[in-house]
Nanobody
């Protein structure tokens, strides 16, 4: 499956962005989807994940209550709504597809190209 992430940009602290991850090539609804992020000089870290139906979602503690992951299997798209953004949310955000829901990047089989999110103070 091919993944295309978009929606990043520059926003002030306290603002919002919505990222999208559009999939093509294989049956999208077969895959669990995760969002990860990587800041300069840091390792890639888990942000959120969603199961195949969208009925179960998982979040890193650092974004719980501020970010919401959702999916529309008819549109082959997963969204990451990010509210109350903080400067520490600045990173390149990646979506990934896999056959299990995991907090570990290595358990995902397909990756999008990343979209930059910059939060200014």
């Amino acid at each position: 499956v091919q993944l295309q992430a978009s929606g990043g940009g520059l926003v002030q602290a306290g603002g919002s962005l919505r990222l999208s991850c559009v999939a093509s090539g294989r049956t999208f609804s077969n895959y669990r989807i995760g969002w990860f992020r990587q800041a300069p000089g840091k390792e890639r870290e888990f942000v959120a994940a969603i199961n195949r139906s969208g009925g179960s979602t998982y979040y890193a503690d650092s974004v719980e209550g501020r970010f919401t992951i959702s999916r529309d299997n008819f549109k082959n798209t997963v969204y990451l709504q990010m509210n109350s953004l903080k400067t520490e949310d600045t990173a390149v955000y990646y979506c990934a597809a896999g056959t299990v829901v995991s907090w570990t990047a290595g358990n995902y089989d397909f990756w999008g190209q990343g979209t930059q999110v910059t939060v200014s103070s």
